[in-house]
């Protein structure tokens, strides 16, 4: 039975650390000393007042999509995610098997596996947005355009249109056998760039892209503002 009542208690103090990191936007290891008092046990006054239902108290990791996106395009908001994540063991697993597992075993599709991976390794503190798994860093933009997906795959596999909205950039075509996916090097070689197409109907298609193997967060934040810009105009490209 005391073993039982420590567990709990453990499941308990990680759901409030979780709970102060959504509110605060420390790391989990500053969120959980603010947690503890002197002595090492959970101090109940430390997160002050919090709503009444533990769904309520986890808000989508800080950088990531909404609930709402997440909702539609996975079935559940990021709480949910969260805690079907911890009752797995996931924080003990590595990127890899979480991905997969949510893929195959919980339906989600492959882009948003990563996606819901990557906001559950954000609130664990076992990376920083932008981060990978590896400790690298990676920039990520996605746009809905009212196209086809063949018109807005062909944007960026032709040289000659992909010049038209993303001028002079260092891109170098990788080869790739996944359906509705372009990988390129990005000058040379040290960082990569993937898209993925999705069909979202016959006149409406979304593009995700992300440049993988950044040096540090301040050239991820460069790059993502760069990248945001360019799919804004490669919609305005294939929309019009």
Known sequence: ???????TEQKTL?????AR???????YTTARHQLLSPDGTADPE??????ATKLARVAPPPGMTSDAALRKNTGKPWAEWIEILDAWGAEAKPHRDIARWLNRDRGVDGWWSQQV???YEIVIGRRVVGQ????????????TVAAPVEELMDAVLDEHRREEWLPGAPLRPRRSTAERTARFDW??????VVFWFEALGEAKSRVAMEHELLPDKAETDRMKAYWRSALARLR????R
């Not at 990680?14 to 979780?18: D, E, F, L």
């Not at 305005?236 to 929309?239: H, I, Q, R």
């Open 1 to 7: 039975m005391e073993g039982n009542a420590h567990v």
């Open 14 to 18: 990680k759901r409030r650390v979780r």
């Open 21 to 27: 990191m959504a509110k605060t936007g420390e790391r």
């Open 46 to 51: 430390a997160d002050a007042p919090r709503t």
């Open 117 to 119: 991976t990557v906001g």
């Open 132 to 143: 990978r798994s590896d400790g690298r860093f990676s920039a990520t933009a996605t746009r």
């Open 187 to 192: 000058e040379d070689g040290a960082s990569r």
């Open 236 to 239: 305005d490209l294939v929309a």
